[in-house]
């Protein structure tokens, strides 16, 4: 790109793309002065996939017609390639390994935990409750206590 006062000239390895001209603080193309010969023999098979990633990995089949609309630039597809973006993306992750079912009486495992209510007394001056969860049953049992000594 070159830049003179209010207008820039674009090119690619030495050939013209197109110019535009500052309006609003942007440089705006005009694409009246974009010849899709000149555009299409700067556009490679490599330049296709530039266009895929502008376009946020759209298939190609909508950049194909896209290019039949003049809104792109016309390339060729080439068969079998394959974006590693797209093909990393949509790959399918192993499922977690599901629970095994525990064949446990109850009261057999008791899963705990003791909590501080943050400093905050219960009316009859409890400080801490505790939680017990049967493994079997899954029944939850609540207990409030006034220290951690009563566990």
């Known amino acids: 790109m070159v830049f003179e006062s209010?207008?820039?000239?674009?090119?690619k390895y030495g050939t013209f793309v197109g110019k535009g001209y500052e309006c609003g603080g942007l440089f705006r193309l005009s694409l009246s002065d974009l010849s899709n010969k000149i555009v299409n023999h700067v556009c490679s098979n490599s330049e296709s996939n530039v266009w895929h990633s502008r376009l946020c990995h759209i298939n190609f089949g909508c950049m194909t017609r896209l290019a039949n609309m003049s809104l792109i630039p016309k390339f060729n597809n080439v068969k079998g390639s394959r974006?590693?973006?797209c093909v990393q993306a949509k790959q399918p992750r192993k499922s977690h390994m599901t629970a095994k079912a525990r064949n446990l009486a109850p009261l057999e495992l008791i899963h705990s935990d003791l909590c501080e209510m943050n400093g905050i007394l219960t009316k009859g001056g409890k400080r801490y409750f505790m939680t017990l969860i049967d493994d079997s049953t899954r029944y939850c049992y609540v207990y409030l206590l006034k220290?951690?000594?009563e566990v």
């Open 6 to 11: 209010n207008k820039v000239v674009v090119s």
């Open 147 to 149: 220290s951690k000594d």
């Open 83 to 85: 974006c590693q973006v």
